[in-house]
């Protein structure tokens, strides 16, 4: 059995590695909000600094979404802005050249003030390749978190 591949986005002053780690609530099977949050590990540089975290700052649906999101942009498709109910990650597309990866709270650099939430700090990948291995990365492991407790 191949090792499902953490998502890599790379850019020449940043990076953001990314994993799907567990369940928050792996008891909690039947809950549509607490059955799905998920665990998150972050691996980030920026300009030459480096750092991790590991946060429940995603739900499944939501990582749903931004599988579809990352795959449309990489598709060169229309999106819709994409938001998350915790503002730890976001991407933003940037024109039709780029998507911004920026970071705050817990997934934050520690030298930062990550509270600051019109102050992120992030850096910009270019459209292209990247975001489609991203996106089937990310569905890769999306496949071992299905949502649960939706007909509740």
């Known amino acids: ?59 499944t649906v939501e990582v749903g979404a931004l599988v579809d999101w990352l795959h449309k942009v990489a598709n060169g498709e229309e999106v819709d802005e994409i938001g998350f109910m915790e503002p730890h990650l976001e991407f933003d597309l940037i024109g039709r050249s780029h998507v911004r990866v920026s970071f705050a709270l817990e997934a ?20 292209g390749p990247q975001l489609a291995n991203a996106a089937a990365d990310l569905r890769s492991q999306f496949d071992a978190f299905p949502v649960r407790g939706m007909d509740e």
């Open 1 to 59: 059995m191949s090792e499902i591949p953490d998502v890599l986005l790379e850019a020449t002053n940043g990076s953001l590695r990314l994993r799907l780690v567990r369940y928050e609530f792996p008891e909690i099977k039947n809950d549509k909000w607490d059955s799905n949050w998920l665990v998150v590990f972050g691996e980030g540089h920026i300009d030459g600094r480096r750092w991790r975290f590991e946060s429940p700052c995603l739900s």
């Open 108 to 127: 934050a650099p520690p030298w930062v003030d990550g509270y600051d939430l019109d102050n992120r700090i992030g850096f910009d990948i270019l459209i």
